[in-house]
């Protein structure tokens, strides 16, 4: 096990609702990675944070948003869910030590109804 | 042009094969190179990192071209538990900002 844990693993939204996912990162570790894996296709960069500050953002518009608590762990929050949010939502924690190499947790399965 | 483009499989094939797949990437800039494995509604694990000097684990062997942005993934003697989507990823402009392919899949039949 990789030790980052996520929550719900599970959950069914309605189209315009908001929802929050959350992550604790492996003890030790200070940068925590967000990616959307939608079915069939490979995980996609949200964002990251490192020491509390956003630290780099991918292709997602600003309804998608997170934040990073002084423990390490995170937040995504998703405002306005659209269908196409529908996917996994993994999150990944990595530190200096680990060097490029990042671990996921199980994910979050978020439906869009 | 995806970033990290991968052959688009599925590959079936027998227990006892060897099987290899292929990987491109198109930022010439990137530094590191990854090979991970993702079980059916599972996460994607760390299956092995790849080295510029090619590196080996078991029966996997990865290999890297930077000249060619190439990476590849062989697996001698398969078995029934290689089933599995493998994702071919490298890093991009920030330390993690890991860009991944749409992967592969695996069957391995008896």
């Known amino acids: 096990e990789t030790g980052v844990t996520q929550s719900p693993t599970h959950l069914i939204k309605t189209r315009g609702q908001q929802v929050t996912l959350r992550c604790s990162s492996q003890s030790g570790h200070n940068t925590v990675s967000w990616y959307q894996q939608a079915l069939g296709q490979g995980p996609q960069f949200i964002f990251q944070?490192?020491?509390?500050?956003?630290?780099g953002r991918g292709n997602f518009p600003p309804r998608f948003s997170g934040l990073q608590f002084p423990n390490y762990s995170s937040e995504l929050n998703v405002n306005a869910l659209e269908l196409d949010d529908s996917a996994l939502y993994l999150c990944?924690?990595?530190?200096?030590?680990?060097?490029?190499?990042?671990?996921f947790g199980e994910g979050s399965w978020l439906t869009v109804v | 042009r995806k970033e990290v483009e991968q052959d688009p499989g599925p590959f079936n094939v027998p227990e006892g094969a060897t099987v290899a797949f292929n990987c491109t990437y198109s930022n010439s800039a990137s530094q590191s190179f990854f090979w991970y494995r993702q079980d059916c509604r599972k996460e994607p694990k760390l299956l092995m990192s790849v080295y510029s000097s090619g590196n080996e684990d078991g029966r996997f062997t990865a290999q890297l071209n930077r000249a060619s942005q190439y990476i590849s993934l062989l697996i001698r003697d398969s078995k029934l538990s290689d089933s599995a989507t493998y994702l071919c990823?490298?890093?991009?402009?920030?330390?993690?900002?890991?860009?991944f392919g749409a992967g592969t899949r695996l069957t391995v039949k008896p």
């Open positions: 990823v490298v890093n991009s402009l920030y330390n993690n900002d890991m860009r």
């Open positions: 944070y490192y020491r509390e500050e956003e630290n």
């Open positions: 990944a924690s990595s530190s200096q030590v680990t060097g490029n190499t990042i671990y």
